[in-house]
């Protein structure tokens, strides 16, 4: 191969651009977290070039040293990177924050409210019979988790506004999130009463971290990762940031919304199907003593 051929110059001056998309439609410590690691990859990159043998390259080529060393010397500091943000936020922390805390509230809510309602239903199955009693309460669920959800979100445009096309989603989007909440927060109230609360506050404290907002999903332990499969502010909170900021996988997300929804409340009605046939067998048991004595 004869190098007067080519413009060694010109091939060798050419620049390297690390090129990196980053989705701005996520948490501050998640698009802070991926800033960091193209730093650190460009810096590798960087490192790579300068550690390679140009002169050993050059002197096969027959490359004169005078000019092989202006080469080298010229390729060194040609990797840069180059970051493309998409879906950018608007200023301030009640934006960045905003998904995670209105989820959070009307998890809370729910939580607090499903120990109430299940209360109320073991009172209505002695009037209205055990299913009426059942689906009438899912009836009353469905209409509280239309309205409450205005009130967070009425709050929160007062504050910043979106439009009414956003509002609209948004409202829609947390009233299916607060049935499901509501749902998912009533196994453990219908299994274990009371004390189902004892599990409910983990599972809550659990979502802080499972949710995504403090750390992506490829960083979290084992635990929190399957927490967040599982549980619905995961869901919710990512549908928030596309709904407010833009962003893929909204189906993805509001599937795995509607099949946590679905299973709690196919759970519920199993542990109302058990748990009211064994109440039932308890007071026939009862009377069947008090008769004989």
Known sequence: MLVDKYNKSEYFNSSIINRN???ESNPTTVTSMMKTVSTEITAGLQAQVQSQSFEGVLNRMQVPADQSKQIVEAAMGKVSSNLVMTNPQPAGMQNQMAPMFITMALY????????????GLRSLQQQMGKWKAFFSLRLVNLLISLIAPLIAIGIYFMVQGYG???FMKLWLLHSVQLFVCIEFT??????????????NLPILLSQTIANGTTMPPEMMPGYFKFMSHI???FYSTHLDYNILFGGGKTSDYGIGLALVGLAALAINIVIHQFKSARQIDDVKETVQQSVMV
């Open 164 to 166: 009414m096309e956003t």
């Open 21 to 23: 998309l980053i989705n």
């Open 108 to 119: 809370v809510g729910a939580m607090i409210y499903s120990m109430q309602s299940v209360g």
């Open 186 to 199: 009533s196994i453990f109230i219908m299994l274990l009463g009371q004390g189902g609360m004892l599990i």
């Open 231 to 233: 549980t619905p502010m």
